[in-house]
């Protein structure tokens, strides 16, 4: 890997980046808003049928 060629090609990134509008902004919040709630839904849920399961056992 050239060390050259790496920093001209995160310039050119930084240069092609920009910054996002609030119509983006709120979506992109929406989206990972939405998976995060996902993930710990499904975690609850897991978590709450082992509790059941193993209730019964002592």
Known sequence: MNPRQTLRNMGNTMKM????DRDEYQQHLR???FGIGGVGTIG???QFVFSVITFGRN
């Open 17 to 20: 980046a920009k910054k996002p």
């Open 31 to 33: 989206l990972v808003l």
């Open 44 to 46: 609850f849920i897991i």
